[in-house]
């Protein structure tokens, strides 16, 4: 018992049974709450289930309404979208630009020629966009990726751009013209 207790004239008899009603209390209450955050995640759950449900439940509709038309009538829309986007549009972005070097200028001599290219592009669309643009069947296409190098621009240190370079071979005999003469 503290000097306080006995200046007030609190018995230690008294204390002890405060002091067990006050942790008992605290007990009652952590269960309290205990139980509704339970309560509280259950029906959070439960919302949950039903929106999972709800969103199922469209898509399965969606699905039955596509089931239903016939599949030449599906394919027959693909064809024509794709019919509709002309591969012209696309070419100039797959080809960036040619790669004009020593190197590149004495491959060419060979019928190889070297090409940036968008760095997603495959080896099929490489091919459709050089028929396309330069009006030559390639006979095949061979990619590298080309890693950035590091560069020190003052204190500063940088990084180039890392890209993709496409080796496009040609049939004997056919030519691409990629400077302008005048």
């Excluded at 008899?13 to 309560?39: F, L």
């Excluded at 038309?69 to 080809?95: E, Y």
């Excluded at 751009?161 to 496409?166: C, G, L, Q």
Aim: hydrophobic share 25%; no cysteine.
């Amino acid at each position: 018992m503290t000097i306080v207790d006995k200046v007030l004239g609190k018995d230690e008899k008294n204390t002890k049974k405060e002091n067990k009603t006050k942790k008992e209390d605290k007990a009652k209450k952590e269960k309290k709450t205990k139980k509704e955050d339970k309560a509280k995640k259950e029906k959070n759950i439960k919302k949950e289930d039903k929106v999972k449900k709800e969103k199922n439940t469209k898509k399965k509709s969606v699905a039955s309404k596509e089931k239903s038309k016939p599949k030449t009538q599906k394919n027959k829309k693909k064809k024509a979208a794709l019919k509709n986007l002309s591969f012209r549009n696309i070419a100039h972005r797959v080809l960036v630009k040619p790669v004009i070097t020593e190197k590149a200028t004495q491959l060419q001599a060979k019928g190889v020629y070297s090409f940036y290219v968008y760095p997603k592009a495959n080896k099929i669309e490489i091919k459709k966009a050089i028929k396309e643009v330069f009006n030559v069947m390639p006979e095949k296409v061979r990619t590298i990726k080309v890693p950035g190098k590091s560069v020190r621009y003052g204190r500063q240190m940088g990084r180039t751009k890392k890209r993709k370079k496409a080796l496009v071979f040609l049939k004997q005999g056919d030519k691409i013209e990629l400077t302008s003469k005048k």
